[in-house]
């Protein structure tokens, strides 16, 4: 199973926010999952967590 970390930083935020999503799914999946297209997002990155 893939373990992803995603960091957003929102509008109106001083800091960016993290997150993990553990699961066998497409990065697509996770910019819809997490809503990373809308417009209350600044910037965002997804990373792959290998361990």
Do not use: A, C, H
């Not at 893939?2 to 929102?10: G, L, P, S």
């Not at 996770?30 to 997804?46: A, H, R, S, T, V």
């Amino acid at each position: 199973m893939k373990q992803y970390k995603i960091t957003m930083k929102e509008v109106g935020t001083e800091r960016p926010l993290e997150s993990f999503y553990f699961g066998d799914v497409s990065r697509e999946y996770l910019i819809d999952f997490y809503g990373l297209k809308q417009p209350d997002i600044e910037w965002y990155n997804i990373e792959e967590v290998t361990e």
